[in-house]
């Protein structure tokens, strides 16, 4: 089954303990990106790749940050995280910034 | 600064209805415009796109209406059902769309028996 997958779906941590959230797909997609959502600011891009090694700076990228080492793998990492980071991520993939973007799960995420 | 702005926030319909959502943009560089339909616990799906060389497109009871000159593009819903009950965000993007998406801030949309 062709699918997004995000880990974990829930977290709970402290301010400053770094911690990473996995994005994994298996459609042998060449763009990624990660979004944060939150009421009343839809969804936000963080960063997003175009391709394995290539990485760019969405609208909020300030406080994280991502690697593409591998094509199917995008992990998200807050090196010490914040209560203003506290939100909902979503993980997307598709082949083309145009073609349909298919969205992880989501991962809700505060941050006391 | 908001480049897309969607509105409204909520909307609530009765079943059968037409349900309108309406987006606004600043960028005339965008060249695509897709729309996404999130369910509650879900993430978003896309629902359907267009392209400024259309001012118009259809699939099923799902209609984009485009207005290059005035800058805006809405969504229409035909015969609205309890089941279409979701979000909805517009979004816009650049360059034949390579370039990223940049989203609306999402309609909730409710509809009633």
């Known amino acids: 089954e062709a699918q997004v997958t995000q880990n974990p779906r829930y977290l709970i941590t402290v301010t400053g303990k770094k911690l990473t959230v996995t994005c994994s797909q298996n459609m042998n997609h060449e763009y990624m990106s990660w979004y944060r959502q939150d009421p009343g600011l839809g969804l936000r891009q963080i960063y997003y790749s175009m391709n394995v090694e290539v990485t760019d700076k969405g609208d909020v990228p300030e406080g994280y940050k991502v690697s593409r080492k591998e094509k199917r793998n995008f992990p998200l990492i807050l090196e010490s995280p914040s209560p203003n980071q506290t939100s909902l991520y979503f993980c997307a993939s598709s082949l083309t910034p145009t073609s349909t973007q298919y969205f992880g799960p989501g991962t809700r995420l505060l941050v006391l | 600064q908001q480049q897309v702005k969607q509105s409204p926030q909520s909307l609530i319909v009765q079943k059968g209805g037409i349900s309108i959502i309406n987006c606004a943009y600043e960028?005339?560089?965008?060249?695509?415009f897709p729309w996404y339909q999130q369910f509650p616990g879900k993430g978003p799906a896309l629902l359907i796109a267009?392209?400024?060389?259309?001012s118009e497109k259809k699939e099923g009871r799902f209609t984009i209406s485009f207005n290059k000159s005035a800058k805006q593009f809405s969504l229409h819903i035909m015969d609205s059902q309890p089941g279409d009950s979701a979000t909805y965000f517009c979004a816009a993007s650049a360059n034949f769309g390579n370039e990223k998406l940049t989203f609306g801030t999402g309609t909730r949309l409710t509809i009633i028996p």
């Open positions: 960028n005339t560089a965008f060249d695509y």
């Open positions: 267009i392209r400024p060389d259309v």
